[in-house]
């Protein structure tokens, strides 16, 4: 009964924000959008995670959602950064009116972070490859097997990359990505398939957003690399405008 208990607890805080109470002064608000993934991504694993981990940072507040209709709702302007954790596999996405909120969102200055496979989000939603700087393009080859390679960072002057050191990871090495949107590389791995370097995090910025995408974090263990807890609580703060 008390596992039940819990497990019933757990389901819960997935189901709803944890509160929509405003954060304490000082802080960024990031709400970590969850709810929908590729069924080899566990979502229900990963979302709490990425929450947590966000939070250490102690200038944000983390909360999860896991109903992605919510999107389309006024509340997500009460946010200074969404997570995208999530991809509608072969479901529709939200809707009409929650991929043109997420555009207001981010395009009014809010932040956006692409966790992994979020890259896949919205497919056939051509603005989605503006928002995003790059998204999954099926036609490629998608990535190299899950195994460990070295993430290196380039751009060693931008704050959500400055002083980070290069680190090793097991995660999936994606090889996916198009697009044409201007992009700022910050770090890159180099694939065993093809012998290219990929980009494993770039920043960009829609209208007056600001958004961080990395494809790393294909599950618990490679969420749970320092390194890539690392680049994503600073890009996640980059993003939602802090210092």
Not at 130 to 143: C, D, M, Q, T
Not at 176 to 197: E, M, Q, R, Y
Request: some cysteine; aromatic content about 10%; proline content about 9%.
């Amino acid at each position: 009964m008390r596992f039940r208990l819990i497990a019933i607890a757990a389901a819960l805080t997935l189901a709803l924000p944890l509160a929509l109470s405003a954060a304490p002064p000082g802080k960024a608000r990031v709400l970590v959008l969850t709810g929908n993934e590729y069924p080899g991504h566990h979502w229900k694993e990963t979302a709490p995670l990425l929450a947590r981990f966000l939070a250490e940072d102690a200038r944000m507040t983390t909360e999860v959602q896991a109903d992605p209709s919510f999107l389309a709702s006024p509340k997500l302007h009460e946010y200074d950064a969404v997570v995208l954790n999530y991809m509608n596999w072969q479901s529709p996405d939200p809707g009409p009116e929650a991929r043109a909120n997420l555009k207001r969102f981010v395009e009014s200055g809010k932040g956006l972070v692409l966790v992994h496979f979020a890259c896949g989000a919205f497919q056939g939603w051509p603005e989605f490859a503006e928002i995003a700087g790059r998204v999954y393009n099926p036609k490629l080859p998608p990535h190299d097997p899950y195994g460990k390679f070295t993430v290196r960072i380039v751009a060693a002057d931008h704050p959500a990359t400055k002083g980070l050191a290069p680190f090793e990871t097991t995660d999936e090495l994606y090889t996916c990505l198009d697009g044409t949107h201007p992009i700022s590389v910050l770090a890159t791995a180099t694939s065993k398939l093809d012998g290219k370097d990929h980009p494993m995090a770039f920043a960009s910025r829609y209208g007056k957003g600001r958004v961080f995408h990395s494809p790393l974090g294909h599950d618990v263990n490679a969420l749970s690399t320092p390194g890539t807890q690392d680049l994503y609580r600073r890009g996640t703060a980059w993003a939602a405008g802090l210092p």
